[in-house]
């Protein structure tokens, strides 16, 4: 009984100490989803993101790292530093735009809305193959930032401070496009 007494509260020492809410777990939680590709989760972490787009750019999200610097709590509020490396495809977009120019003018010429455009599938499946061979390529460089997360505690739990991470999404979520390096 006593073995067992010690083995459960080892367990719950366990528990509380490598898995309790943290900024720093919050975070490895995020970058877990969005390394995953877990569409539905990053749909809430930035919600003006697309769906489209993040299925495109899901191979990206898989190859993106980063590590945690530092934790700094003050109240209900805090930041975690960390760099954060991602896939650049920048180098790519000319040969992406030659790649989809003909077809976009070509819709947009019969009367159709740039919305109605991004929607046509043969411009889906050009973006899908576009990126999904890039990612993959050996002359694919990648871009490393340091970043600020800033969370706030709601509710006991801390949440991204969707209002101030603009550096942080850029980062994330443009592969380079709107590299905030500094």
């Known amino acids: 009984m006593k073995r067992l007494t010690v083995l459960t509260l080892g367990l719950i020492f366990l528990i509380v100490s490598c898995g309790g809410t943290s900024p720093k777990n ?3 939680e995020i970058m877990g989803a969005v390394q995953k590709g877990n569409l539905d989760e990053i749909k809430k972490i930035y919600p003006d993101y697309k769906a489209e787009e993040a299925e495109t750019m899901k191979e990206g999200f898989s190859k993106i790292t980063y590590t945690i610097n530092k934790e700094e709590i003050k109240g209900n509020n805090a930041v975690v ?38 929607k046509n599938p ?61």
């Open 26 to 28: 919050k975070v490895k």
């Open 81 to 118: 530093n960390m760099t954060v490396k991602t896939p650049d495809i920048s180098p790519f977009l000319q040969e992406y735009m030659q790649k989809l120019m003909p077809i976009i003018m070509k819709e947009l010429q019969s009367g159709k809305t740039q919305e109605e455009v991004q």
């Open 122 to 182: 043969e411009v889906k499946k050009i973006a899908e193959e576009f990126f999904k061979e890039k990612f993959k390529s050996p002359d694919l460089k990648y871009v490393e930032n340091e970043v600020n997360v800033s969370l706030k505690k709601e509710n006991g739990k801390w949440e991204l401070d969707k209002e101030n991470n603009e550096e942080f999404m850029l980062n994330v979520f443009t592969f380079g496009i709107m590299n905030t390096g500094k």
